[in-house]
Structure formats: C-alpha cells, structure tokens
C-alpha cells in the first residue's frame, strides 16, 4: 500500500491534522486525537474527555493502482482533469517511494 496523504478529523473540534513526514506527530487543536507516520504507516490515538473520535480523510493506493495510473500517463492520458491531476499529485509520491524500496 502506497499512503500519498494521511490525515483526519476531530470528531470533537473538527480541526483537520495531517502528519507528512515520518516522525511528524500532530495534535488536534483540542488534544483529543493525533495522526502520525506520515506516509510511512497510518498510527492514530486519542484520549481524554473530549474524545469523540475521527473521520479518516486520507488517501492510500495498492500497486495496482499505481502501477495503472503510470502506465496511463506513460500513455499521455490527458492530465486536464481535477481527476487526473489528483492522480498526477499521488503518484509522483508513489514512484519515489517505490524507488526507495
Ligand atoms: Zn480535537
């Protein structure tokens, strides 16, 4: 699995934290929830009164998919849709990480 964004919602204060590197621990605004990881592994927690959980918005993507989207793009598919841009943004994370493997 490939993770190009990870990040969540406060359930509580609705703050939206994103955690974009490896080591990049976040908190919420009210400290009920926080993401970390980056795009390395999904790691989420939280505590305290305030608690109420999290609405996941991130963003991960088998090989599959990636090996697809480049193979489209290779193929020149056109990039001037909010679909295929998002894609481009995605995949250009995935290939560097792939390279790193
Ligand atoms: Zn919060």
Known sequence: ??????????NACEDVIESTHVHDF???KCHAVFVDGGPEYLRRGGQGLDFKGYTEMSEHHTAEEVADALRDHSEGMPLDT???RNRLRW???AADMLEDQ
Request: hydrophobic share 40%; aromatic share 6%.
């Open 91 to 93: 995949m250009t994370i």
């Open 82 to 84: 909010p679909r295929e």
């Open 26 to 28: 976040k908190w919420c």
């Open 1 to 10: 699995m490939v993770i190009s964004v990870n990040k969540i919602r406060c």
